[in-house]
Structure formats: structure tokens, C-alpha cells
């Protein structure tokens, strides 16, 4: 299986971002993307959105992937804008306080300025954090992301039951791809365009129960490896993918201590001293 | 200089908490430091509880109740941890997939390392130099997906070598690599012995052990050590028979014959064993011109997958009746081929024909009324709950006569002779019975040949022989093509008469296996290896292919 033909890159590619240790994206993509969920301020949100359109031309990614990823979110987002809408034509003026700014309306509903503006900023914002994981997603391997929970404190168990699941996924959809076969072989018709996708979807099931009983399997002689080998030994590991830290890891991991201060000193003004605060608009 | 023991079991008797008999009973045995020790037995013996026992998995994961004792350089195993026996005795699980289980070369062989913390700059050297033991340092990078079934077990022994550990575990190093890369892995073993390790080897392909030498053989039988000796005594003893086991080839040969041997003498290896000469009667190979059916043809098929060519200009075509192997080593494109033949893959130029039908315009399901391909695993094909519920299955979709659905699958249970099973759930048969299950419900479909991936892979003697006499029976009594791909030697001398050989998605070879298994050069390109009727022959002054057709009549008139 060659590199960089799936979402998930099984070698770290060769870029700046690549390169970084798991230990510096990991807290770096978590600080950045609490800051796009907790803000509704384009100031923040523009310069993230930036970064990370520029970051993720520079990963060089599966350009049909990308696309695809992004007609589907694209469209995702809008529907939801357009039914937020629709559930509350006036949703603007519960973040902005002032009187409605009508622009027009479509029988009932009334278009506000307010209600626009907070939903651009909504779908923005949603936008961002898309393009934000997507930059995560392409420059991160599945060790890199071990490492980089472990050194979260998050126990080195679900670390690598995480690696594990990415290790494995590939095998188990190539027994899936099989076992299908064997049975299109006896009769059993799969093809998408001489039957309807529920009875497809009825027919994948059936496939489910096999497959799940040789993945089982499986899990016995995983475990036993890593018992074997000393896994849960002690309850600190290191890992081999981890380098020691070069200034571009010393630099992003500032970097990311910037970001994470800024987002705890953001939610402690907004909660404490400015608790009834608008959101920003550019017209005051 | 006296000999320090490694592993010493005393009374030693084992049950697993959830089974109600022991496992092992009163097992004494002693492994010395640096010996190399063969394990055999059949399935369910009790050997592969014998290796948990020795690698701490009992009693630290497995629980069970132990009496007598385990005693691991010195100590009982109950006073160490799993870590602390892996420090002197690596373990190289059977399957070599599962048990890889970092993301790279280099990530799986540190594994064991990154456990005990250590430092990147010492892991990177320890990596390095634990991958040049095994040859696997030009593939650090490298992700499983990537490797051979060789390299990967490769790596596992990589990942068990740091800090001179003192012993390794070998369970079934043999059981999924084809001959070349059976005999590598067992010269590295030797070398590593050479190297002042014990080895300990627990196989059932016993003779593929025995290109190296072993200083010891052990055979297990229902959980208890029936044999504790050299190889030499064992061979004499007879005892492989009883213990269903296969005994090496040239012994088997040499008694087909009828030859007595001196139990004075040696008898393994061969070159010093000394027999009396034999006499074998003329014989001319008869070409049996098959004039049954064509039912399979392939005309100059060529396949390639990311640009690069898996089959190239293959032709060849297939009678009814005809058993054939299609032998070559991995990546030879033996499977490639089944799934072109199968409809499953499609040729890039090249037309396939079954029963003078182009397959082209066929769909898989279409061709799979002709073709029945039996994959290797029959886990993976069984999708019903009952016997009976996963025959039906392919019969429901292609037929709606219910008499005639009920008649069918009343001849095939009786075919496949698993008619007293017919309402036995699944999972309450044994693999051979899996398998017979998997050949029954495509047999269910009255196909024209049926192609069968390593039918016996894993398998031990006994249940190897099973499955290939019921599909010898099943030959009999059908007119159907049998095609085995396999790299098993004998499975191939003794259960088929023609045989394709590929390599490199080139048909090297296509006619009487005899002819192509006492072929040296034919076997050499295709990684393939020479049984020890070669030798035999070129010992004895026999024509080899004369003395390969003498075994291969004699095997089928005693059958």
C-alpha cells in the first residue's frame, strides 16, 4: 500500500510540519482547536483559518480527497446554517443586543443583518476548525498520535489501543473485501446498480457476523505480543518516533503554550468580567 | 564442563481454569543453555500450552492450576513476570502478522524497548543493530502492509534479540512461508544457535527442520512427552506413525520400497544413512492424453496491477478430471491467477474461456457457477449458523425449486459426507470439518473446477491427511477439476498429476509433477525446493524421476 493514497499517512511526511514530534502537534492542534470551538470573533478566527489554509497546501495532500471532504462538509455546514435560520429567523439579536437591522424578507421570515452576520460568523467558524483537523489529520502519523496523547497524560493504554485500531484497519478491510468476494463468487449479488442500497446495506450486515468472529480471533495473539514484550511493564513508555526536540518542536511548542494561556485567560474574561458581552461586529 | 539447565520442568502438570481435564500432565523435561531443542507433535498435543508455560504466559495470563514446577535459570516461573522471563527468553509467535504490531519496521522492533523506557539515541542503535542480525536494517521505514510473511517474522525475531537474551521460542516459524523462505528462516535460526543461544522449535513440518541440525527432539502426544532423544533414535523407533506425524520423506520412500534398514546404523542425516541397493521395476510414464471436457482456458493473459505486471503471457487450459498444482514462490502470481479465473480480477489483454465462453461479459457470480473457489481460511466464507442454513445459502440465490434445492443439498451432504452434521451449528466443528462445510456449499453450485488456496496450510499430518482424502474421494466420485495452489511438496507429488509452476507471473513449467518436482533447475527458479527423494535417488543411482513415479504409484495404491 503506497503512502499518502489513503486519509491517513502511515509515514510522516517530509515537511515542516511532518517533522514536528507528536508531543508538539498533538497539544498544538487540541489549544487551537478549543479556540475555534470557544470563539465567535473573526479576529480569532480569521488568522487560524489562514494558517491553516497555508499549512495544509504546504502537507502537499491527496488533492481528490481534499476536494471531496470539502463538497461534503461545505454542504453539511450550509444545510445547518440554513435551518438554524429557519428554526429562528432572529437568532442574530440573541447575540448582538441593539435593535434588528432588517434587510428583506421571504414571506414570514425576515433576513436580519444580525442574524447574517452571526450565522457567516457560525459557518466560518465551522469551516475553520474543518480545515484546522484536516491539516491535523494530514500531518500527523497514527504513532505520532500515540506519542502525542502520552505525553497529554493520556494513559499509554488507550494511546496505543489507538495506534493499534490504525494498524489494524487496513488487514481487516482487506479480509472484509474477501469474504465479500467468496460470496459474490456463490451468488450473492452486491453490485450497486442491480440492487437497492437498503437491500445492499442488508446484505453488507450479513457479512458483518463472519467478520467480526476472524477479527476476534485476532485479539488473542495481539494481546499476547504485547504482553509478551513488556507492554504495561512500567507505567511510563517512551517512544521511537519521538526525536529530541529541535527548535522548530521548541518553537511550535511555545507556540502552542501561547495559544492554550490565551485561550484560559479568553474564558476567564468572558466569564468574569465580561459575562454579558456581544459578540464582535464589524459595524460598532 | 557441565551443563546449566534453562528451563527445567519437574511433575509438572497443568489445567487450564476453564477446562476440566489438565492440558499437560507430568511433564519432566530439562532444555540446557545453548541446545537446540525440536518440539513436535500433533494438534491439541499439548505443545503450544508446553511454549505458554515457558514464556511466562502461563501462569500471568492464562490462569490455571499448576502442580510440580517450572523452573526458568534458576527461579520458578511463578516467582518471575512475564517481563522478567522475556529478558532471557524471546518469544516468535506463529502468526506473524498479528503479532506486528507497531506502525514500521523500526517502531515494532523497539516495541519492547519503548516498554522499558529507554532513550531514542540508545534505541536507534539498539534498532539497527538487532535488524543487521536478521537482515531487515535497509527496511527500517518500511510498514507492515509492505512485507512478506518471511520479513515480518524477521522482524518479530528482531524485536526479541536485544540485550542477549538468552533463549528463543519459536512456535510454527514454518507454517505460513513458502520453501525458500522456510529454509532461510531455519539457517537463521542455526545461525543465531552458532551464535551461543538456546533454540527452542516447536513445528510439526518435521523434515524441514532437519536441513540444520537439532541436537534434541521432543514429541508430545494428548499432554504428555512420549519422546525425549536424538533424531537418529526417533527416526528408528518408528514412533512418527504412532504419534501421527510425518515421518521424512526419503523413510517413507525407502519402506514403500520395501527396503530394510540396519538400527545399527545412522539414518539421519541421509547422505550417512547406508541402505541395502534396491531394484526398482522398469516403468514408463504412460502420457495419459486427457480427452474429457475443456473446461477452463486461458489464452495469453497478461494482468498488471500499479504498473506493474503480475501475470504475463499466460496460456494454458484445463480438463475435466484433471488434478492440478499450481506450485511457484510468493508473488508468483499463483493467486493472482485464481482470482483472473474467478472473475474477481480482470485481464489487461489476454481472454479467459469457460467451457468455450468468454467470461468477459460475466459477472462473478455468473462465473462462479463453474468456477468454485475455496479460499484458505474457511473462516472467512462461512456466513450461516447450521451446516445445512450455509449450503442452502448459495442454492436459495441461484434456484427457487424448493424440491430440487433439497435434493442437491441432500447430494452434497452425502458427498461431503457431513450428512449426520447437517444440523450441527458452525462453530461446534472442527477446522477440517470448516473445511469440508466450505467445499460443500460451493460444491452445492455443480461447478466445473474448483480451486483450492493452500488447503492444508497449518495443518498437521493427521488432519492434512484428512482433508486430502476426502478431496481425493471427492475426485472419484466427481468429474470435477481439482486445482490446488499450494507449495507444499508432498501435497503436491502425492494428490495431483500435473502441475503448473510460476514465477515471476511467468508459466514456467506445465506438465506431469513427477517430472517438474525432480527437476532441480525448475525448482530453483520457482524458490521452490527439492524433496529428499532428490537425494535419495542420486544416492541409490535411480533415475529421479523414475524413483518420484515408483513412490507417487505406490502412495496412490496404497491409499
Known amino acids: 500500500m503506497a503512502n499518502n493514497t489513503m486519509l491517513i499517512n502511515f509515514k510522516p511526511s517530509d515537511t515542516f510540519l511532518g517533522r514536528l514530534n507528536g508531543s508538539v502537534k498533538v497539544p498544538l492542534f487540541v489549544a487551537l482547536l478549543i479556540a475555534v470551538l470557544m470563539s465567535f470573533d473573526l479576529r480569532i478566527l480569521f488568522p487560524i483559518l489562514v494558517v491553516s489554509v497555508i499549512s495544509l497546501r504546504s502537507l502537499h495532500p491527496n488533492k481528490t480527497i481534499v476536494k471531496a471532504s470539502l463538497i461534503f462538509f461545505v454542504t453539511l455546514n450550509a444545510l445547518n446554517i440554513v435551518l438554524f435560520w429557519l428554526v429562528d429567523p432572529n437568532i442574530g439579536s440573541v447575540y448582538i443586543s441593539g435593535d434588528p437591522t432588517p434587510l428583506t424578507s421571504i414571506g414570514s421570515y425576515v433576513l436580519t443583518l444580525e442574524s447574517v452576520w452571526y450565522l457567516s460568523v457560525r459557518f466560518f467558524k465551522i469551516f475553520t476548525s474543518f480545515i484546522l483537523s484536516l491539516v491535523f489529520i494530514f500531518s500527523i502519523t497514527p504513532s505520532q498520535l500515540a506519542a502525542g496523547l502520552a505525553s497529554m497524560k493520556v494513559p499509554p493504554k488507550i494511546a496505543a489501543i489507538i495506534s493499534l485500531t490504525f494498524r489494524f484497519i487496513p488487514d481487516l478491510a482487506n479480509d472484509f473485501q474477501n469474504m465479500k468476494l467468496s460470496l459474490q463468487a456463490r451468488g450473492l449479488e452486491l453490485d450497486a446498480k442491480k440492487i437497492s442500497p437498503i437491500e445492499r446495506l442488508k446484505r453488507n450486515v450479513t457479512l458483518l457476523i463472519p467478520f467480526l468472529l476472524t477479527s476476534f480471533n485476532k485479539v488473542e495473539v495481539v494481546a499476547n505480543a504485547l504482553d509478551l514484550r513488556g507492554f504495561g511493564h512500567q507505567k511510563k513508555r517512551t517512544y521511537y518516533v519521538e526525536h529530541a526536540p529541535t527548535n522548530s518542536d521548541r518553537l511550535m511548542k511555545g507556540l502552542a503554550w501561547i495559544v492554550a494561556l490565551s485561550v484560559i485567560g479568553y474564558l476567564v474574561y468572558m466569564n468574569t468580567l465580561a459575562p454579558t458581552q456581544d459578540m464582535w461586529v464589524y459595524w460598532r | ?559
Open chain 2, 1 to 559: 564442563m557441565t551443563k546449566r539447565s534453562f528451563i527445567q520442568f519437574n511433575n509438572f502438570t497443568f489445567r487450564y481454569d476453564s477446562q476440566r481435564e489438565p492440558t499437560l500432565y507430568d511433564i519432566n523435561l530439562t532444555i540446557y543453555e545453548g541446545e537446540k531443542v525440536l518440539i513436535l507433535g500433533q494438534s491439541g498435543s499439548g505443545k503450544s500450552t508446553l511454549m505458554h508455560c515457558m514464556n511466562g504466559l502461563i501462569p500471568f495470563s492464562y490462569k490455571g492450576e499448576i502442580q510440580g514446577e517450572c523452573i526458568i535459570m534458576d527461579k520458578p516461573s511463578t516467582s518471575l513476570s512475564l517481563f522478567k522471563i522475556g529478558q532471557q527468553l524471546g518469544s516468535i509467535l506463529q502468526d506473524s502478522d498479528a503479532q506486528f504490531v507497531a506502525l514500521s519496521v523500526a517502531e515494532d522492533v523497539a516495541f519492547v524497548l519503548e516498554n522499558q523506557n529507554f532513550t531514542k539515541p540508545v534505541m536507534v542503535e539498539k534498532v539497527k543493530e538487532a535488524t543487521s542480525k536478521v537482515g531487515m536494517h535497509d527496511f527500517l521505514a518500511q510498514v507492515p502492509f509492505q512485507l512478506s510473511g518471511g520479513q515480518k517474522q524477521k522482524v518479530a525475531l528482531a524485536g526479541v534479540l536485544h540485550d542477549d537474551v538468552k533463549g528463543l521460542l519459536f512456535d510454527e516459524p514454518l507454517a505460513s512461508l513458502d520453501p525458500q523462505s522456510a529454509k532461510a528462516a531455519i539457517e537463521l535460526i542455526d545461525e543465531l544457535h552458532e551464535s551461543g543461544k538456546t533454540m527452542i522449535i516447536i513445528e510439526h513440518r518435521f523434515e524441514d527442520v532437519l536441513i540444520k541440525p537439532v541436537d534434541r527432539v521432543v514429541v508430545m502426544h494428548e499432554g504428555r512427552i512420549v519422546f525425549d532423544g536424538d533424531v537418529d533414535t526417533l527416526l528408528k523407533t518408528r514412533l512418527c506413525l504412532r504419534y501421527g506425524l510425518r515421518e521424512p520423506l526419503y523413510l517413507q520412500a525407502l519402506s514403500t520400497f520395501k527396503v530394510k534398514l540396519d538400527t545399527q546404523k545412522i539414518w539421519h542425516p541421509l547422505h550417512s544413512l547406508r541402505f541395502p541397493s534396491f531394484t526398482l521395476p522398469a516403468i514408463t510414464y504412460e502420457e495419459v492424453v486427457n480427452h474429457e471436457e475443456e473446461v477452463l482456458r486461458l489464452n495469453h493473459v497478461s494482468f498488471q496491477y500499479d504498473e506493474r505486471p503480475l501475470i504475463k503471457d499466460v496460456s494454458f487450459s484445463i480438463r475435466r478430471g484433471e488434478r492440478i498444482a499450481l506450485m511457484g514462490e510468493n508473488g508468483a502470481g499463483k493467486s493472482t491467477i485464481a482470482k483472473l479465473a474467478s472473475g474477481i480480477l480482470r485481464p489487461l489483454s489476454g481472454n479467459i474461456h469457460v467451457k468455450d465462453q468468454d467470461i468477459n461479459g460475466m459477472s462473478i457470480a455468473q462465473i462462479g457457477l463453474h468456477i468454485g473457489y475455496v479460499m484458505q481460511n474457511p473462516n472467512q466464507m462461512i456466513v450461516k449458523q447450521s451446516v445445512e442454513e450455509e449450503i442452502l445459502f448459495a442454492l436459495r440465490l441461484r434456484h427457487t425449486d424448493e424440491a430440487f434445492i433439497q435434493e442437491r443439498l441432500l447430494e452434497v451432504l452425502i458427498m461431503t459426507d457431513l450428512k449426520s452434521m447437517r444440523r450441527w451449528p458452525v462453530n461446534a466443528l472442527s477446522y477440517g470439518q470448516k473445511k469440508r462445510l466450505t467445499v460443500a456449499s460451493i460444491l452445492a453450485l455443480s461447478p466445473d473446477v474448483l480451486i483450492l488456496d493452500e488447503p492444508t496450510a497449518g495443518q498437521d499430518y493427521a488432519h492434512y491427511t484428512e482433508i486430502m482424502s476426502f478431496l481425493q474421494s471427492l475426485h472419484e466420485s466427481t468429474n470435477l477439476a481439482f486445482v490446488f495452489i499450494t507449495h507444499d511438496m508432498h501435497l503436491a507429488m502425492e494428490y495431483t498429476d500435473r502441475a503448473l509452476v510460476f514465477s515471476k507471473g511467468s508459466l514456467i513449467y506445465d506438465g506431469p509433477t513427477y517430472k517438474a518436482l525432480s527437476n532441480d533447475a525448475l525448482l530453483n527458479q520457482a524458490s521452490l525446493r527439492p524433496t529428499s527423494l532428490l537425494e535419495l535417488a542420486t544416492l541409490s543411482g535411480h533415475d529421479p524421476a523414475t524413483l518420484a513415479l515408483h513412490f507417487i504409484k505406490e502412495f496412490n495404491h496404497g491409499q
